[in-house]
């Protein structure tokens, strides 16, 4: 695996265990029909320790997700962070991605997911920039898709469950093949909703812009986080419907997520935006998020879990 160091132990089901030993049954209700929930959370190298960012709320938006799907969890939220904090201990990581997952196990044939057990893992490793190192300096080319995000009536995207992201394959696999770094889908409007694993925003005359949860986005974390983030710098930003053509347009465009972070687009659909590359907006932004997330300023939202 490139670019990936795995922790020694998972935990899995209420203790730790070796990596190689965490295998599930073929007939895992998950495996057929897509069914789990989980969570993309990193833990950050700082100053003085490691830190998680925004613990509880990943956890809070992994048993809201569960809850959606009826998936009754054995773990409350407080349980499962100091799960994800004892986790990166025993791996004795220091910089790493942790990813818990609920998924239906093996209790039952067929479709009704009711007596297949809900089951609880959580597994970290160590991984890089998501688009490249490079990409948060320079920025990415990315593409509309032909692919749209799931109408809302169909799956929801509040829920950050394992089969959504068959539509987010279909996009990046998309974009990839067609040379760009990454995909944007439009809602079932025709309206911007977000990247396959990123939300999108847009500067337009010193103002931020992003799609509201109205356009089948994943409310995301570092999302929030930006919001309030450029809130706090004294910048505007409104959640509002925002049409495609307001991307080239734009002086800016940049994608949050917890893999991506905060990752410049330097075109779209190669037509460049702005200056075709990253825009004093976008690296305002990222560095006081890296500043915060280094301990540098002040954690003045509490969104830091100090781990050792
Ligand atoms: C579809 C999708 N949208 C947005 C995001 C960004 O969410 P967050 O910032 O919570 O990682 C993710 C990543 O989890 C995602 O998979």
Known sequence: MANVTTGKKIWMNGGFRNWEECQIHIMS????????????IRCYEAKNNSVIFRLRDHMQRLLD????????VNYNVEQLCDMAVNLVRENKMKDCYIRPIIYRGFGAFGLIPFDSPVETACICWSWGAYLGQEALEKGIEVKVSTWNRMAPNTLPSMAKAGGNYLNSQLIKMEAIGDGYGEGIALDHQGLLSEGSGENLFLVKNGKIFTPTTGSSILPGITRHS???????????????????????????VFLTGTAAEITPVCSVDRIQIGQGKRGPVTQQLQEGFFRLLRQETKDNFGWLTQVY
């Open 65 to 72: 997700s569960a809850k959606v799907y009826r998936m009754n």
């Open 29 to 40: 209700h998950v495996i057929h029909y897509g069914s789990s929930v989980f969570e993309g």
């Open 226 to 252: 930006i919001i309030l983030l450029a809130r706090e710098m004294g910048l505007t930003v409104k959640q509002q419907n925002v049409p495609r053509e307001a991307l080239y347009m734009a002086d800016e």
